[in-house]
């Protein structure tokens, strides 16, 4: 593992190692599930580059290092009175880690992590600095918000933020019958709602969040109780050791989709406690996000990991599948080629944005290579 200081740092161990007909993958927190880091012959860490670049108070965005972790990156924007319009379930990744694998929290109205990146500072294989916006390079950024570390060493980050707010929280345990009736309507009267349902129980703990004018009420109360600015009400605490595997599935399929997986673990998984978990997500622009171009709500399956999950996740996805399900980048799924060609409009719009950046190879790994064919 090689530990970046600074950019200069970064272009010039990318051109050595471009020079020298190396493979080189740059991981963030290490939260991912598929293999996206392992694999390649240099290891790099830039997680020492992290913090606030630069703040345009009148568009709401900020410039950030790539490797600030999602945590750090809430009250450092805090301060500039801004924030993330929507986080995911923890906060330990680094922002350019989550964009990288399309991160997304829940709500109807909310898009992902990647669609919310205005700009992208690269460094690309021959050691060049790339800026992408919609205003320059636009191919790249287009494909490379959502770039899966195979585009080049995200250096910064440009996001779209919104002006710091507050969020009140409720989480309420109910029984599967009763989240389920009108949910997709309640998914729209809340800025986020989400479930876990256990499949033990039959039971799901119902988490909705809404803006508030109230004061943040410190300390900071446990999961499902919390009034406090947004950075501080969406983060969990996780420390459960899992796997898990998430599907988007069309908005206006997901019921019918959620009942087959219920279906599958009460008949055949009944050993599985682990909960599903229910998001919303809003359509989106980036190739690659699993919300291109459609709403979309996410399912996700999870297994201890001690105990083996292939079978499950196997079973999960003939299902998921045949509800044009898109996996999750950062969980764990078995598609490759053409089943990710049919799913993805802009498959090789993407690979080809990539290739044209990187035309050796250096940042491909033996599974990106795997799902590319
Ligand atoms: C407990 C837990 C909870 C989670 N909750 C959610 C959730 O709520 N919603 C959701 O959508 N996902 C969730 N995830 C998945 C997670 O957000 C993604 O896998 C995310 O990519 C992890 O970020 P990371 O910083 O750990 O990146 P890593 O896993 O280290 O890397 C992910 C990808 O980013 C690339 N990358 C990292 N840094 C850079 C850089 N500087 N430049 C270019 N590429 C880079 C890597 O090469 C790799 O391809 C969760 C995962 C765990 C373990």
Request: aromatic share 8%.
């Amino acid at each position: 593992m090689h530990f970046a200081y600074s950019e200069h740092d970064i272009q010039a161990r990318v051109a050595a190692a471009t020079e020298n007909a190396e493979t080189l993958r740059v991981t963030g927190a290490g939260h991912s599930h598929s293999h996206l880091i392992p694999g390649a012959d240099l290891l790099l860490d830039i997680g020492a580059l992290s913090g606030v670049v630069s703040v345009d108070a009148a568009a709401k965005r900020a410039w950030v290092w790539g490797g600030t972790p999602i945590h750090v990156l809430g009250p450092a924007l805090h301060r500039h009175g801004l924030a993330l319009a929507n986080q995911g379930d923890i906060d330990r990744q680094s922002i350019a880690g989550a964009v990288a694998t399309g991160t997304h929290g829940t709500g109807v109205g909310l898009r992902n992590l990647s669609a919310g990146v205005a700009g992208l500072r690269l460094v690309c294989a021959n050691g060049d600095i790339c800026v992408a916006s919609e205003r320059q390079n636009d191919d790249v950024w287009r494909a490379a918000r959502l770039g899966l570390g195979a585009f080049g060493v995200v250096s910064q980050v440009e996001l779209q933020l919104k002006p710091s707010y507050r969020l009140r929280e409720k989480a309420t345990l109910v029984d599967h019958d009763e989240v389920i009736a009108d949910l997709m309507q309640r998914t729209t009267e809340h800025r986020h709602l989400e479930f876990f349902w256990y499949p033990k129980t039959d039971q799901a703990m119902l988490k909705i969040i809404d803006e508030t004018e109230e004061p943040a009420q410190y300390p900071i109360a446990d999961e499902g109780n919390r009034v406090g600015y947004s950075f501080e009400v969406l983060p969990n605490h996780r420390p459960h050791k899992h796997t898990e595997m998430e599907y988007s599935v069309p908005a206006d399929a997901a019921l019918e989709c959620f009942a087959e997986i219920r279906d599958l673990l009460r008949t055949s998984f009944t050993d599985v406690a682990w909960p599903v978990e229910f998001r919303t997500l809003a359509a989106d622009d980036v190739w690659l996000s699993t919300a291109f171009e459609r709403d979309t709500v996410t399912i996700s399956v999870h297994q201890d990991i001690k105990e083996p999950d292939e079978p499950y996740y196997r079973a999960c996805e003939a299902v998921f599948e045949r509800y044009g399900g898109r996996p999750h980048w950062g969980k764990v799924h078995y598609l490759a080629g053409d089943k990710l060609r049919q799913i993805h409009p802009r498959w090789d719009d993407w690979w080809q944005a990539r290739d044209r950046l990187d035309p050796t190879g250096t940042f491909l790994n033996p599974w990106l290579t795997g799902v590319r064919t």
